[in-house]
């Protein structure tokens, strides 16, 4: 089945103590994305990755880090979390671009205190 | 990237006809027009796209003028799980931003 997968689905964790929210897609695309969402505010770009190694910036990338070591595979990392991160976490890919149709991971719920 | 505008919230009752209508005056030539559905605590869903004139699939029609500056969604005979929140994105072929508005928050009534 055809799908993006997110680990973990919900974290509760501490300000400042790193964490890695993994994201996993096996339609072999080439475009992959974070997102994330807050009340009021919808769904927010974070970063982006075209191919593997190829990565740039969203809306609102501070206090985060991504990867993209394998084509499959796009972690979101925080390095030192806060509590303004405490947020609806959204991963999705698509074929070649952004304007391709999207799809999206479960998301996880990430709460940090 | 252009600006979209859709209404807050609609709503409608089972079995009826539902529009909505997206403004994105400053659409460029090379941007095309997508619609996502997002239920609560879930990822976006792909609806439909579109560049110019009608486009229909299984799940609904999109509608956009000769000026591209505006296009409705229609969901035909809506039930109670189409209650969702249905967002209108406008981007270039070769993008790789994306800009989700505040959506459209439709509630679906028996």
């Known amino acids: 089945e055809a799908q993006v997968t997110q680990n973990p689905r919900y974290l509760i964790t501490v300000t400042g103590k790193k964490l890695t929210v993994t994201c996993s897609q096996n339609?072999?695309?080439?475009?992959m994305s974070w997102y994330r969402q807050d009340p009021g505010l919808g769904l927010r770009q974070i970063y982006y990755?075209?191919?593997?190694?190829?990565?740039d910036k969203g809306d609102v990338p501070e206090g985060y880090k991504v990867s993209r070591k394998e084509k499959r595979n796009f972690p979101l990392i925080l390095e030192s979390p806060s509590p303004n991160q405490t947020s609806l976490y959204f991963c999705?890919?698509?074929?070649?671009?952004?304007?391709?149709?999207?799809?999206f991971g479960p998301g996880t719920r990430l709460t940090v205190t | 990237l252009a600006k979209t505008t859709q209404p807050i919230s609609m709503d409608s009752y089972e079995g009826q006809e539902v529009n909505i209508t997206c403004s994105h005056n400053?659409?460029?030539?090379?941007?095309?027009i997508t619609w996502y559905q997002q239920f609560p605590s879930q990822g976006p869903r792909f609806i439909i796209q579109?560049?110019?004139t009608k486009v229909t699939n299984e799940v609904a029609s999109l509608f956009i003028p000769a000026d591209r500056k505006s296009s409705t969604l229609s969901l035909p005979r809506v039930s109670l799980s189409d209650t969702a929140v249905y967002y209108c994105l406008v981007g270039p072929t070769g993008g790789f931003k994306t800009i989700f508005g505040a959506g459209t928050r439709l509630f679906v009534k028996a």
């Open positions: 339609m072999n695309h080439e475009y």
């Open positions: 999705a890919s698509s074929w070649g671009q952004a304007s391709y149709e999207q799809y």
């Open positions: 990755s075209m191919n593997v190694e190829v990565t």
């Open positions: 400053n659409i460029a030539t090379n941007d095309y």
């Open positions: 579109g560049y110019k």
